[in-house]
């Protein structure tokens, strides 16, 4: 039995803002795989929750009127490392949260979950930072549609008001559009750990494959938050890919992150390890959008 | 306080079950206290052992992270669902058996479980995928080695094709 005080289950949209209005102190539960484990663990013991596991109006992925793509946040990690139009677009990010916990995990964890934890390790947040999407929350008031570097407020805590929930997380065609991505994942184990250090990458070359028109770069772990590397991002830009450009734009990443010493990995440690996968996701961003080196 | 339940219909081993839940209950909870399914074992309780593992829907899940009021209007299936009418062992089960692939016994349900999951999807897997797919599974004994090699027979059984050589 779980230390639960009590529990209200939605099933539509509408009714989940209602019950967030009725129990402002109630915590949203979605797949429940670290809401469940804090209250295990005492951290969140005699909380009250307002499930809305079962609301399948959340999950899935689609293209809207304007080609961005929307994914349901009760999207769960399996169901997006499967999806055709994750795997034609944005693979790199079906690629990411295929690397979060286990197949169990996996199939429990929501996208929207892991967003709304707000911890600087989950799996998808990088590439989300890294590939602008919007976080879309629905409130009393309406849907308010926000970028996700704003969504993120610091550790642990993301801009979600009294009343709202997180609806979907929204995918800009302008940001998808011909650009390739790698993700690293640094951790001790293959499976079933958090990262020491994420890194995601991804690029957009000029038609003739010649010039990076567009190279965007975050980081999990490098920071309270998730971030992005924006001094490296402008070393990258306009420029003629080769090996040179990598090492340079992998150690420029050094200006803008900052990560601390943890029981998991010394900052000197996590630095290193943030150029290095910096480098690599860059190269393998590079080759799978057909570039060459020069 | 008042204890709150919540009334749910689902499916457990191709049976309909109507019953009212506590809604503080994990899956782990209802299967084994109201169903005496101990298949389903208590390992870490949070996530992270795979020993509660059962199949809901055609996919895995840990019972113990998942509330047992949102089984409602699931089909849930547990090892126990895999024994023919007289008690015969399926062939996964037997795999393991061969394969020696069970010492304490307690990891081997949710490894199971899991292996059915692979072998329903009728694809052939690397050795790689396989340890990939059984991953969210924790074997105290670390009898990994011959976990693998007992799904890999399986699977080849039913593609009926003939196990490669090691």
């Given at each position: 039995?779980?230390?639960?005080?009590?529990?209200?289950?939605?099933?539509?949209?509408?009714?989940?803002?209602?019950?967030?209005?009725?129990?402002?102190?109630?915590?949203?539960?979605?797949?429940?795989?670290?809401?469940?484990?804090?209250?295990?663990?005492g951290?969140?013991?005699?909380?009250?929750l307002?499930?809305?596991y079962?609301?399948?109006?959340l999950?899935?992925?689609?293209?809207?009127?304007?080609?961005?793509?929307?994914?349901?946040?009760?999207?769960?990690?399996?169901?997006?490392?499967?999806?055709?139009?994750?795997?034609?677009?944005?693979?790199?990010?079906?690629?990411?949260?295929?690397?979060?916990?286990?197949p169990?995990?996996?199939n429990?964890g929501?996208?929207?979950?892991?967003?709304?934890?707000g911890?600087?390790?989950?799996?998808s947040?990088?590439?989300?930072?890294?590939?602008?999407?919007?976080?879309?929350?629905?409130?009393?008031?309406?849907?308010?549609?926000?970028?996700?570097?704003?969504?993120y407020?610091?550790?642990?805590?993301?801009?979600?008001?009294?009343?709202?929930i997180?609806?979907?997380?929204l995918?800009?065609?302008?940001?998808?559009?011909?650009?390739?991505?790698?993700?690293?994942?640094?951790?001790?184990?293959?499976?079933?750990?958090?990262?020491?250090?994420?890194?995601?990458?991804?690029?957009?070359?000029?038609?003739?494959?010649?010039?990076?028109?567009?190279?965007?770069?975050?980081?999990?772990?490098?920071g309270?938050?998730?971030?992005?590397?924006?001094?490296?991002?402008?070393?990258?830009?306009?420029?003629?890919?080769?090996?040179?450009?990598?090492?340079?734009?992998?150690?420029?990443?050094?200006?803008?992150?900052?990560?601390?010493?943890?029981?998991?990995?010394?900052?000197?440690?996590?630095?290193?390890?943030?150029?290095?996968?910096?480098?690599?996701?860059?190269?393998?961003?590079?080759?799978?959008?057909?570039?060459?080196?020069? | 306080?008042?204890?709150?339940y919540?009334?749910?219909?689902?499916?457990?081993?191709?049976?309909p079950?109507?019953?009212?839940?506590?809604?503080?209950?994990?899956?782990?909870?209802?299967?084994?206290?109201?169903?005496?399914l101990?298949?389903?074992?208590?390992?870490?309780?949070v996530?992270?052992?795979?020993?509660?593992?059962v199949?809901?829907?055609?996919?895995?899940?840990?019972?113990?992270?998942?509330?047992?009021?949102?089984?409602?209007?699931?089909?849930?299936?547990t090892?126990?669902?895999?024994?023919?009418?007289?008690?015969?062992?399926?062939?996964?089960?037997?795999?393991?058996?061969?394969?020696?692939?069970?010492?304490?016994?307690?990891?081997?349900?949710?490894?199971?479980?899991?292996?059915?999951?692979?072998?329903?999807s009728?694809?052939?897997y690397?050795?790689?995928?396989?340890?990939?797919?059984?991953?969210?599974?924790?074997?105290?004994?670390?009898g990994?080695?011959?976990?693998?090699?007992?799904?890999?027979?399986?699977?080849?059984?039913?593609?009926?094709?003939?196990?490669?050589?090691?």
């Amino acid at each position: 039995m779980y230390d639960i005080k009590a529990l209200y289950e939605a099933h539509s949209v509408e009714e989940a803002v209602r019950l967030r209005v009725e129990h402002p102190e109630a915590q949203i539960i979605a797949g429940g795989s670290d809401v469940l484990v804090q209250i295990r663990e005492g951290k969140r013991a005699g909380a009250e929750l307002i499930s809305i596991y079962l609301m399948d109006e959340l999950r899935g992925i689609s293209l809207d009127e304007a080609e961005n793509i929307r994914i349901g946040s009760l999207t769960c990690f399996t169901s997006i490392t499967n999806d055709p139009i994750i795997q034609k677009y944005i693979n790199v990010l079906g690629e990411a949260v295929d690397q979060v916990g286990g197949p169990q995990i996996r199939n429990i964890g929501t996208i929207g979950g892991n967003t709304c934890n707000g911890v600087t390790s989950a799996d998808s947040a990088s590439t989300l930072f890294a590939w602008d999407a919007v976080i879309e929350l629905t409130g009393p008031e309406g849907v308010r549609r926000i970028p996700i570097q704003q969504f993120y407020l610091r550790a642990g805590k993301v801009d979600i008001r009294p009343g709202e929930i997180q609806t979907a997380i929204l995918i800009p065609k302008a940001s998808y559009e011909n650009c390739y991505g790698h993700y690293i994942k640094y951790a001790m184990r293959n499976a079933m750990d958090i990262a020491t250090l994420g890194c995601s990458v991804n690029v957009r070359l000029s038609p003739d494959k010649r010039t990076v028109e567009r190279a965007r770069i975050a980081y999990g772990v490098a920071g309270p938050v998730p971030l992005r590397a924006s001094t490296a991002e402008a070393v990258a830009q306009g420029q003629a890919p080769s090996l040179a450009l990598a090492d340079r734009f992998a150690k420029a990443v050094l200006e803008d992150i900052h990560p601390r010493d943890s029981w998991r990995a010394a900052k000197d440690f996590r630095e290193h390890i943030a150029v290095e996968t910096a480098r690599r996701a860059f190269l393998e961003s590079v080759r799978l959008a057909g570039g060459e080196l020069a | 306080m008042s204890i709150q339940y919540k009334h749910i219909q689902c499916t457990i081993n191709g049976r309909p079950v109507d019953k009212m839940v506590d809604v503080r209950a994990s899956l782990t909870d209802l299967l084994r206290n109201d169903f005496r399914l101990h298949s389903v074992k208590k390992g870490c309780e949070v996530g992270e052992c795979g020993a509660c593992n059962v199949i809901i829907d055609g996919r895995c899940y840990n019972s113990c992270i998942y509330l047992a009021v949102w089984a409602d209007g699931k089909n849930i299936r547990t090892l126990e669902s895999l024994l023919g009418p007289n008690g015969e062992l399926s062939d996964i089960q037997q795999a393991f058996v061969d394969e020696a692939a069970v010492q304490c016994g307690f990891c081997t349900p949710g490894f199971i479980m899991t292996a059915v999951e692979i072998l329903e999807s009728g694809k052939e897997y690397t050795d790689d995928q396989l340890r990939k797919a059984l991953s969210g599974h924790l074997c105290r004994c670390t009898g990994y080695e011959n976990i693998l090699r007992a799904v890999k027979k399986a699977m080849y059984r039913r593609l009926g094709k003939p196990m490669p050589e090691a």
